[in-house]
């Protein structure tokens, strides 16, 4: 299992035992706990200390006091996944799906949901202003918005697929592969659409 799989895998994990703690009144607490967290660095915030740390892959923990790119990738992927299931229920109403569907198939079906004109071009804008952002706390930014709006129509998205995105996102080697993927997956669900229409 390589690295980007491991962060996958590790926020698909915790995701699972958020939905597991979900009957009892610890799981909500948790979900406030890491709700907090957002807008705010990897560290800040000691009380999301076990929920993000815990059983966290030795290699990715930080040496040097400074978060490091799979810290970063866990921690926004697991507060904003709190944010998007926000109002929802966790077992029955879930906003992380094993599926794959990226933020940018994600932010292709919120466009669809628009009845204007204009919804596909303000969706590919924010698209855009998150892909083109210079570190992770702008990355963050962009992101937040972006999910509130996914929960306020209630459309899901993978945050394993997230998390692998966002530590890739912040390898020199990895930006343009995650870019290209997020806007080809824009685009692909109109493909889909088509196809639908004439073979179905």
Request: glycine share 10%; with cysteine; proline share 3%.
């Amino acid at each position: 299992m390589n690295r980007k799989e491991k962060i996958e895998n590790f926020v698909g994990k915790k995701i699972n035992l958020l939905r597991a703690e979900a009957d009892y009144g610890g799981g909500k607490a948790l979900m406030a706990e890491l709700r907090r967290g957002i807008g705010h660095e990897p560290g800040k915030m000691p009380q999301l200390f076990g929920i993000i740390l815990q059983d966290m892959p030795e290699e990715f923990l930080s040496s040097n006091g400074e978060a490091t790119k799979g810290e970063w990738a866990c921690y926004l992927a697991l507060t904003l996944f709190a944010l998007h299931q926000q109002g929802y229920e966790i077992k029955s109403q879930p906003m992380h799906v094993d599926e794959k569907r990226s933020i940018g198939h994600a932010i292709s079906r919120l466009a669809s949901s628009y009845e204007d004109a204009n919804g596909e071009q303000r969706m590919l804008q924010r698209l855009q202003a998150l892909a083109t952002s210079v570190n992770m706390k702008e990355v963050s930014h962009h992101l937040r918005g972006i999910v509130q709006l996914l929960r306020s129509k209630g459309i899901p998205l993978n945050y394993g697929m997230l998390a692998k995105d966002l530590y890739e996102l912040q390898l020199p080697e990895g930006k343009n592969r995650v870019c290209l993927r997020w806007g080809q997956d824009f685009y692909r669900k109109e493909k889909e659409e088509m196809e639908e229409s004439i073979y179905g």
